[in-house]
């Protein structure tokens, strides 16, 4: 059975930077799209950012542009989360999941619920 594990979270303070890590195991991550999404206290899960299966395209949540990349190192079957000049507003729990149909990463990452696999989560808090 497949499995995603997330890790690299922690406590930073604003305009601090964070990479989060997506480990696959069980299934190679090669034929699957990636997508990080995150939960903060009180409010619903939203899509962060999403990378299709080719890595041709991504996608970004308007608020993270500029700050957040995602990318994947197929050598190590990860996936991740460059996360730069984080802000308050990013507090949540981040989690991964993975995706092997062939719906476009707009809608992976709009609310999709068709996800092979999911991660646990790491958490993530900015503050000073």
């Known amino acids: 059975q497949g499995q995603l594990v997330e890790s690299g979270g922690g406590l930073v303070q604003p305009g601090g930077s964070l990479r989060l890590s997506c480990a696959a195991s069980?299934?190679?991550?090669?034929?699957?799209?990636i997508g990080w999404f995150r939960q903060a206290p009180g409010k619903g899960r939203e899509g962060v950012s999403c990378i299709s299966v080719s890595d041709s395209s991504t996608y970004y949540l308007n608020s993270v542009k500029g700050r957040f990349t995602i990318f994947r190192d197929y050598t190590k079957n990860t996936a991740y989360l460059q996360m730069n000049n984080l802000k308050p507003e990013d507090t949540a729990v981040y989690y991964c999941?993975?995706?092997?149909?062939?719906?476009?990463?707009?809608?992976?990452?709009?609310?999709?619920?068709?996800?092979?696999?999911w991660g646990k989560g790491t958490p993530v808090t900015v503050s000073s």
């Open positions: 069980g299934f190679t991550l090669d034929s699957y799209a």
């Open positions: 999941a993975a995706d092997s149909a062939p719906v476009t990463i707009a809608t992976m990452c709009s609310g999709y619920s068709g996800m092979d696999y």
